[in-house]
């Protein structure tokens, strides 16, 4: 669905879920000046039991003009369409009005179904980006207005915990490019902490849960800001004996959950995506993440089960199903394995000084995170076949790939195109497409590997990086390359067969 797509409406009414955070006003006041640009009559509101109350909300409200009313009871349908934002309609966070059209803008897990006008994406950090994103395929200029723009940022800032919860390329976009007042964001952060959240905060530390054997720490806290649950988790994780913390609250419409990580065999960002699969979503850095569980989801996964027991049975189970692989001390068993062979399949590369001069530091942004490095005379970046991107020496690649006449078309030769990587110049921050600059190559030789598929979690530390490791799931592929028996990776179960086929001697 697009913006377009629903500016044959008028009137417009947007709501905001019940108790409306940073995100869900700045989302809504983002669609009301869309709407409002086209000629539109457009109201934004919210209802439930509770005004907008914290000191930061009323402050970003006021200072940027955010025009949102306050309905407690709907006698009336609504005319016209209704929009709701950063919640979906008919879900438990969000009082149901009668609308005889209804559209759907969030960033949640889908949870109503069979909705004609909806725009989910579940992967992005705030629901400020989704409106963004779509404000921006509108070619609506969000750029050079910063007090939308000021609302947009502080929304994506106040649902990733200060952004250390991001892992969409989208948000760090957002993050990045949006023009924001900033002596207004440090008004609103500076007012974000109530001294009764205060006291949350030191309550919840008294009641923790810890596993010696794994070193983690669990805690449920009371229901507070999101924000409040960064605050918690940064201090636990402090505590010499924990290495991984959750610390997590019960919400509306479900469960908010900050997660951290001080050792390298646990990337909080993964946990994260790990302890919410099929119920909800996560992600972030290395160190830091957060995450949501949709109440829904998790009474029809978990219907017996209480959320202190799902927390520590998922921590258990993520470290007891997992194998840690070093490659440089690890001797692969190849007795079951099969021997395979890479299909010579196109790929992109990009020669880097021809793009940006010799010297410039630079960083690539891809689905998978961001890359930094320096542009040198023999530096090569290429893209994989998922979309991935990595860089390589010029000599290698001389050696490996073979230039071919076709145009590199990331569409056709990646299965991932969600989100084309793009080239920031770090110098002066401007941004290119990567795949503008990109053409395309195709292995010379056929590597030979042992591979098999893996029945549990692996991670594997390559000779090359000791300090991140490569993580497959069920399914996926442990692979070592035949005249290398410690160059060890993972090969995720979809890219496996396009990429290899099975080694035939002759």
Known sequence: MRLIDLEAYDPITIQCHDNPDADSIGAGFGLYTYFKSKGKEVNLIYSGKNRIHKANLRLMVEKLEIPITYIKHAKQPVEGLLITVDCQYGAGNVTQLQADKVAVIDHHQVE???????????????????????????????????????????????????????????DR??????????????????????????????????????NSDHHYAIIKAQPCDPNILGIISDFLIQVDEVFTCIVYNEINDGYKLSVR???????????????????????????????????????????TLHSEAYFSEKMNEYFDSTQIIYADEYE???????????????????????VLAIGTPITIRTLDGDVDMTVEPDLYIMIGV?????????????????????????????????????????????????????????????????????????????????????????????????????????????????????????
């Open 173 to 210: 976009d957002l993050r990045d490019s949006i023009t924001y007042d900033t002596n207004l964001i440090r008004l609103f952060r500076n007012s974000n902490l109530t001294l009764k959240e205060l006291e949350l905060a030191g309550v919840a530390l008294i009641r923790y849960i810890y």
């Open 112 to 170: 109503i179904q069979n909705l004609e006008l909806q725009e989910i994406r579940s992967t992005l950090g705030s629901c400020s980006t989704l409106v963004w994103s779509m404000m921006k395929e509108a070619d609506y200029p969000v750029e050079e207005d910063s007090i939308l723009g000021t609302a947009l940022y502080y929304g994506l800032y106040s649902d990733t915990n200060q952004f250390a919860e991001i892992s969409n390329p989208l």
């Open 332 to 354: 692969v068993d190849i007795t079951d394995m099969g021997k395979y062979i890479n299909k010579k399949i196109p790929v992109g590369f990009v020669k880097a000084e021809e």
């Open 386 to 506: 998922k979309g991935e991107v990595y860089p390589i020496r010029k000599d290698k690649f001389e050696q490996s790939y073979q230039v071919l006449d076709a145009p590199y078309d990331m569409q056709a030769f990646a299965l991932n195109s969600e989100y084309a990587p793009t080239i920031k110049n770090r110098l002066d921050g401007s941004v290119q497409s990567l795949t503008n600059h990109a053409a395309t190559c195709m292995p010379i030789e056929k590597t030979s590997i042992y591979a098999k598929p893996i029945d549990c979690m692996v991670k594997v530390f390559s000779t090359g990086d000791t300090d991140k490791y490569m993580v497959g799931k069920e399914g996926d592929y442990l692979a070592v390359r035949c005249d290398d028996m410690h160059d060890i990776y993972i090969v995720e179960q979809d890219v496996f067969g396009i990429a290899y086929e099975r080694y035939e001697d002759k």
């Open 261 to 303: 990580s001080c050792v390298k065999e646990v990337n909080a960002s993964e946990l994260a995506a790990y302890v919410t699969e099929k119920i909800g979503s996560g992600g972030g850095h290395i160190e830091k993440a957060g995450g949501f569980i949709s109440k829904k989801l998790y009474e029809e996964y978990y219907p």
